[in-house]
């Protein structure tokens, strides 16, 4: 359950308010280590051991990083198609399907536990960390320290993180050392806060700890049971894609604005493959790239994943990928651009292509960032396209040309 993505307005004027933080940030630096002691005495009024505080910030230190990461302005607005591509495409289905198969037992265990289905369990775990491959590695203590001592205006909130790591050391469920993640502190298998383990984490594998960063048994159990916390109702699914009726009003869309399925279906509304609707309790139409786009109808259970990172782009990624893990097709409808997105395999190809034309994008990983979308403006110039940045298809053929 990550909250890494929250960032500050960006109509905030840049220059002063980074030049503040940095300024904040130095004095925070250099009363690192008084802050540590303060720290220390707050945990200890907690329960934590002076052997576990001890142990958990032996060598830590004020991380510049950490801080850039937290203040970085929101310069590129992905296109929920690119993110869609970027995290369902046949590369991750297929590498769902194999973790499927090889913790099967587990899956299955917490399925019948906590009334989630093993698919939608599966698809967080691709969506956090692509199956366990990528976990973060960001020290979870030393990140959390720096922003609970630095003029973060959030604070008080990762000190009460830092606390809820510092007990999972003190309980002895995680290694200090295995206790890596984002910059903001979500770690595991299914990346949860520290204070969401706290309250939702299982010993799903029964050897007496929680451990979500090494156990895929407990990662899974405890997604599922934060998945049933959040009132998933087993034996009903997310939703499916649907086709609207001309001049369907937009207005009435959102997944908030839930109406008895009949409702919907009196204006027109019918599943993509044109077979009427059907669903247990209200529903809400979703139309996430604008009303020429695909849209979706939504259940409760779509809002239980929503709750995982309350962003809708987020939960319907995990939508999509449980219901290819079980066979169905993905997206029918097309999406409103005449540039199709890329899978990671091709923004690879991509990346490749740049840096054989002799341009420093890094190790070609599909994970695109600055370096790669600097790049692609080069190439957009050069070819007298629109310079944005984006990767698609356009800049791609015209690498391959």
């Given at each position: ?25 130095t004095?925070?630096?250099a ?44 310069e ?25 198969r ?33 976990l973060?590695?960001?020290p ?23 606390m ?80 609207l ?13 839930k ?5 919907w279906?009196?204006l ?21 790239a604008?009303?020429?786009g ?21 939960g ?5 990928l ?68 984006r ?11």
């Amino acid at each position: 359950m990550r909250r890494d993505s929250w960032q500050r307005s960006s109509r905030r004027p840049i220059l002063p308010w980074l030049a503040l933080a940095c300024l904040t940030a130095t004095g925070a630096r250099a009363d690192f280590q008084s802050c540590l002691a303060g720290l220390q005495q707050q945990a200890a009024a907690q329960g934590v051991s002076v052997q576990a505080f001890r142990s958990a910030t032996d060598g830590i230190s004020f991380d510049d990083k950490v801080i850039e990461l937290s203040q970085a302005q929101p310069e590129f607005k992905t296109p929920n198609w690119d993110y869609m591509a970027a995290l369902v495409d046949d590369e991750r289905v297929d590498d769902g399907k194999a973790a499927m198969r090889q913790y099967g037992q587990a899956l299955a265990q917490a399925e019948s536990r906590y009334g989630v289905d093993r698919f939608t369990i599966a698809a967080v775990w691709g969506v956090e960390s692509n199956f366990g491959k990528n976990l973060g590695k960001m020290p979870l203590v030393q990140s959390l320290a720096t922003l609970a001592c630095s003029g973060n205006r959030r604070r008080d909130f990762f000190r009460g993180e830092l606390m809820a790591t510092l007990k999972i050391i003190d309980r002895g469920d995680i290694e200090p050392g295995r206790l890596t993640g984002s910059w903001a502190g979500a770690f595991g298998q299914t990346q949860f806060m520290p204070t969401t383990y706290q309250r939702l984490a299982v010993d799903l594998d029964g050897d007496g700890r929680r451990d979500v960063v090494d156990s895929v048994p407990d990662a899974v159990g405890s997604t599922a049971n934060f998945l049933h916390v959040a009132k998933w109702s087993n034996g009903q699914g997310w939703g499916y894609e649907v086709k609207l009726p001309a001049g369907f009003n937009a207005g009435a869309a959102g997944r908030k604005n839930k109406k008895p399925v009949g409702h919907w279906a009196a204006l027109g509304v019918k599943r993509i493959d044109g077979r009427p609707l059907s669903a247990e309790g209200p529903v809400g139409i979703m139309i996430p790239a604008g009303i020429e786009g695909p849209a979706f109808l939504v259940t409760r259970n779509f809002d239980a994943i929503y709750s995982y990172n309350a962003a809708e782009s987020y939960g319907l990624a995990i939508a999509v990928l449980s219901d290819r893990l079980r066979g169905r097709p993905g997206i029918q409808a097309e999406w409103p651009t005449d540039d199709p997105p890329l899978s990671r395999a091709e923004r690879r190809d991509l990346q490749a292509r740049l840096t054989a034309r002799g341009y420093d994008v890094g190790e070609p990983d599909g994970k695109v960032g600055a370096k790669t979308r600097d790049a692609i403006k080069e190439i957009e110039r050069s070819l007298g396209m629109p310079q944005t940045g984006r990767p698609g298809a356009k800049v791609l053929e015209a690498l391959r040309r």
